[in-house]
């Protein structure tokens, strides 16, 4: 048989071209920008995406879906593998952390966990969720004694429905955040901006959610308020606002709150703590500000606050929305009463 001959020609080194870094990421964490960036790593059979929120299209939230095949432990590491850019600051006087949660379902059990870059120190908090289909803040307060606060903790795991067995549901989750929701105690709570961690719980059929502002007018043209609806649980459907620090009574006791309500609506404010509550009725022409007057009322040690509207009424915002959905916003504290 004859030689064949091949010729090669022209042949050049052409250098690879590596993918960029992702960009480290730290709290808060909340998803926008560049979605590329956030790196969720699942395991044990949990899968997590980044998708348009269920109530709002122009924010992206995390989804995890934990299916009927999925480990009891099935979670979600957050951030690239390597973790956060800087440590969780936990101190001896702050172990608390926050994650925005909407659950198909009440009761469900969160686990947060955080970790060093080896795992070998971690600690780890279960909360249950409280409200199905709506949007909650859950607040993770690490127990002091199990924080080892000269460790660096750079990671934390989100497990849904941990310890027991996937069923095919959906999660969605966002504002991951260090520190509990913070509300000024003087200067008010207005609700700025949209993304911040306010640390609502809802009970009895109240669900409060912060929203853009659909009624941009009269008193209140902020960007965004507080939304509360009132399903039909309870006729005590309601919601308490946790504060970071306590409320500094020195400086008035008089707490003002604008209302937005279509109808003529009886609006209990409440302070937790002191069991102390005022009554006053919004008379149904739009915004308008309440005040709460709470002259010899007041003491110390008051870290929550408590909505009511028509406390005594069944809700009904399923099927008639208009009626039982409320806004307010710029929550401050004024001077004394009369």
């Known amino acids: 048989s004859g030689d064949i001959t091949f010729r090669v020609d022209n042949v050049r080194w052409v250098a690879e071209t590596e993918a960029p870094p992702l960009d480290p990421i730290d709290l808060p964490l909340s998803f926008e920008g560049d979605t590329t960036a956030f790196g969720l790593i699942d395991f044990g059979g949990a899968a ?21 095949t999925a480990e009891t432990f099935a979670g979600t590491v957050m951030g ?18 926050t994650v925005r949660v909407y659950s198909p ?16 120190v971690f600690s ?14 859950l607040t993770f307060d690490f127990p002091t004694a199990s924080i080892d606060t000269s460790a660096t903790f750079v990671r934390a795991i989100i497990f849904f429905n ?29 609700f700025e901006p949209a993304g911040a961690p306010y640390n609502f719980t809802n009970f009895g059929g109240g669900v409060v959610t912060v929203i ?21 649980q309870e006729v005590f459907g309601g919601s308490t606002l946790t504060l970071n620090n306590a409320v500094d009574f020195s400086a008035g006791s008089v707490i003002t709150m604008k209302v937005f309500a279509s109808r003529s609506v009886e609006v209990l404010f409440k302070l937790e703590g002191l069991n102390q509550e005022e009554k006053v009725i919004h008379g149904g022409s739009g915004w308008e500000e309440l005040s709460f007057d709470f002259t010899g009322k007041t003491g110390a040690g008051v870290t929550q606050v408590s909505i ?31």
């Open 80 to 97: 690239n593998g390597s973790g956060f850019a800087n440590p969780i600051p936990f101190t001896a006087d702050g172990t608390t952390m």
């Open 124 to 137: 780890e908090v279960i909360v249950n969720t409280t409200v199905a289909n709506a949007w909650e803040i």
């Open 308 to 338: 009511f509207f028509d406390l005594g009424t069944l809700g009904d915002a399923a099927n008639d929305p208009d009626n039982w959905t409320f806004l307010f916003d710029d929550i401050a504290l004024a001077g004394g009463g009369s």
């Open 105 to 120: 379902a009440a009761g469900i059990p969160v686990l947060l966990k955080v970790e060093n870059a080896d795992a070998s």
């Open 48 to 68: 997590s995406s980044l998708v348009a929120d269920p109530l709002d299209a122009s924010n992206t939230v995390a989804q995890t879906v934990k299916s009927s």
């Open 162 to 190: 941990f310890n027991n067995a996937g069923a095919d549901r959906t999660y969605f989750w966002d504002d991951v955040t260090f520190g509990a929701a913070a509300v000024p105690t003087s200067g008010g709570a207005d």
């Open 212 to 232: 853009d502002n659909p009624q941009i007018t009269g008193i209140n043209t902020s960007t965004t308020v507080a939304q509360m609806q009132k399903f039909d």
